[in-house]
């Protein structure tokens, strides 16, 4: 298994550029979340979904938008890019359900800058 | 979201020393889960505490869950260079994290 893939790894965009950062897991987990991390904030929570078609808002959503059509992706949308969306995007999931646990499995993230 | 507090941001300590890292919140937590992250890596769980005045240990790693089920520690018994990252604490349905500590560990 793979486990959590997150692409790209690094990226710059100008403000106003869109893009989309991809996640995909291959456990078949239902619950996936989106953070990112800024110095001193530790991770904060920008989407999650509960399951395919089934998505929420976090802390903070504002700028992001999110989809799950399948269980194994679950991409992020940055919908007119700003400087203060660069930092360090992480996707994770988690089994959830009945005697599945809670462990949340991260992937490596992706470095965004926005200039 | 759920507002959990962790403390202290920063530690430094000399190898052998101990190391703890306290999570608070101001409500009753479900559950609380800990998770470690290396200076560019990402961050891989450690533990899940869910009960009342629970006490796990992994190897040197002592984890507590309050009576109250509204703080947790962590407790690194004689650190060593490989302890060397931020904790984060976690908590809720949706997984709030706490702001994390970072442990430099000082040969």
């Known amino acids: 298994n793979a486990g959590v893939t997150q692409t790209p790894k690094f990226q710059v965009l100008k403000t106003g550029q869109s893009m989309t950062l991809q996640c995909a897991q291959d456990?078949?987990?239902?619950?996936m979340s989106w953070y990112r991390q800024d110095p001193g904030m530790g991770l904060r929570l920008i989407h999650y979904s509960v399951g395919a078609g089934i998505t929420d808002q976090g802390e903070v959503p504002n700028g992001y938008n999110v989809s799950r059509s399948t269980t194994e992706d679950f991409p992020l949308r940055l919908l007119s890019a700003a400087p203060s969306q660069t930092s360090v995007y992480f996707c994770?999931?988690?089994?959830?359900?009945?005697?599945?646990?809670?462990?949340?499995?991260f992937g490596p993230g992706t470095r965004l800058t926005v200039l | 979201g759920q507002q959990v507090m962790q403390i202290p941001q920063y530690q430094h300590v000399q190898e052998g020393e101990d190391f703890t890292t306290y999570c608070n919140s101001s409500?009753?937590?479900?559950?609380i889960q800990w998770y470690k992250q290396r200076p560019g890596g990402h961050p891989v769980f450690l533990i899940q505490?869910?009960?009342?005045?629970e006490v796990k240990k992994q190897k040197r790693l002592t984890f507590q869950f309050g009576e109250a089920k509204k703080n947790s520690s962590l407790h690194i018994t004689a650190t060593q260079t490989t302890d060397v990252g931020t904790y984060f604490c976690a908590a809720g349905n949706q997984f709030y994290f706490g702001t994390g500590t970072s442990l430099t560990v000082i040969p």
């Open positions: 409500t009753t937590l479900s559950n």
């Open positions: 505490l869910v009960k009342s005045g």
């Open positions: 994770a999931s988690t089994p959830r359900g009945r005697d599945r646990g809670n462990e949340q499995f």
């Open positions: 456990m078949n987990h239902e619950y």
